[in-house]
Nanobody, 115 residues
Framework: QVQLVESGGGLVQPGGSLRLSCAAS????????MSWYRQAPGKGRELVAE????????NYAESVKGRFTISRDNAKNAVYLQMNSLNSEDTAMYYC????????WGQGTQVTVSS
């Protein structure tokens, strides 16, 4: 059974940091491109960051470049999103995503940036 389980979300003040984690199981994690997406209330789901299978290439949305860092640990079947300098526009549900021949989604973890 394929599972993507996100954790690490929560309430943080503007300027703060959070680290999201996604634990994967039920598929060959190391051959899947992994991504983080987010969806804010009333908006569509958008790609935040993406990392290739070996972790040697990454791609970021313009709005998070220089603030967010995606990484993966294929030995642990996990992908991470380090988020720094958070602001209110980063408030959203964050989803872990796996893509190769097919795709899988996690259930999401809520990130709320507010004072």
């Amino acid at each position: 059974q394929v599972q993507l389980v996100e954790s690490g979300g929560g309430l943080v003040q503007p300027g703060g940091s959070l680290r999201l984690s996604c634990a994967a199981s039920g598929f060959t994690f190391s051959i899947y491109t992994m991504s983080w997406y987010r969806q804010a209330p009333g908006k569509g789901r958008e790609l935040v960051a993406e990392i290739t299978t070996a972790g040697d290439n990454t791609n970021y949305a313009e709005s998070v470049k220089g603030r967010f860092t995606i990484s993966r640990d294929n030995a642990k079947n996990a992908v991470y999103l380090q988020m720094n300098s958070l602001n209110s526009e980063d408030t959203a549900m964050y989803y872990c995503h796996a893509r190769r021949w097919g795709e899988y989604w996690g259930q999401g973890t809520q990130v709320t940036v507010s004072s």
